[in-house]
């Protein structure tokens, strides 16, 4: 079963989060489909941006705990869209959490529809944003960051431009990145590389420097016996045991 869809149109490739029976949740399988999605639009001189998107009314659950991806893996992916040599560009039009979250934040641009809502939900099943903290800690604003990071919070889409999470908001998501695109296709491809390049170096210092950190703390804290709670809890659809 093929858990990514692929268009294109105009030098622009659309790849699209297609599992929706779980929510498009971050499984092993849907990860390496994506992955190798991303590397075939890297090789391609006919592709100038890629566009991630989703079917359904979530882009992505978070990592999918009946089978979640390798954290090596997880991570390698979020690289992947840093430093693909191509934009990439997410459009939202439906809910975000967790590991989904990560994924909006390696892109270089991303769009959302005014119904679209997000959370760190990671706290609220025993474990933390560790990952996904890779390309999110050097791109968001620190403050209004660690708010929804300690509360778990669902947030709306002005807050999360606020937060510099997502780029824009606005009820018709195509109407507000037709300009985007178009400005991708009218740039040269070899000035886009070496622009995104710049912007990303500093996302790429903070992979270089604490990947295997935060890849040991995932897995530490995704067997942890408060996990173990959280996550059976979750699957339940109960308060966890810490729950006051």
């Not at 622009?12 to 929706?20: E, F, H, I, P």
């Amino acid at each position: 079963m093929t858990l990514i869809g692929q268009t294109h149109a105009r030098a622009v490739t659309s790849l699209s989060l297609d599992a929706t029976a779980t929510r498009n949740a971050l499984s092993a399988a849907l990860v390496a489909e994506l992955a190798e999605a991303l590397t075939d639009c890297s090789k391609d001189p006919g592709v100038r941006a890629v566009v991630l998107t989703h079917t359904g009314t979530t882009f992505s659950a978070g990592a999918d705990l009946r089978d979640p991806p390798d954290p090596d893996a997880f991570v390698q992916l979020l690289r992947q869209i840093v430093e693909l040599p191509k934009p990439v560009v997410a459009r939202v039009t439906g809910h975000v959490r967790a590991g989904g979250l990560g994924l909006l934040a390696a892109c270089d641009i991303a769009a959302a529809s005014t119904e679209s809502t997000f959370a760190f939900t990671e706290v609220r099943i025993g474990v933390a944003p560790a990952v996904i903290s890779l390309p999110l800690l050097p791109r968001t604003d620190p403050r209004t960051l660690a708010r929804y990071y300690l509360t778990g919070e669902r947030f709306d889409p002005p807050e999360a431009v606020r937060l510099g999470l997502i780029t824009t908001t606005a009820d018709d998501v195509d109407t507000a990145l037709a300009p985007v695109l178009d400005g991708l296709r009218r740039s040269s491809p070899q000035a886009l590389t070496e622009t995104k390049r710049l912007l990303t170096a500093r996302v790429l210092e903070t992979f270089d420097r604490d990947a295997a950190t935060l890849t040991a703390l995932s897995a530490r804290l995704f067997s942890s016996d408060q996990a173990r709670e959280g996550m059976t809890a979750f699957l339940e659809r109960r308060d966890a045991a810490w729950v006051v």
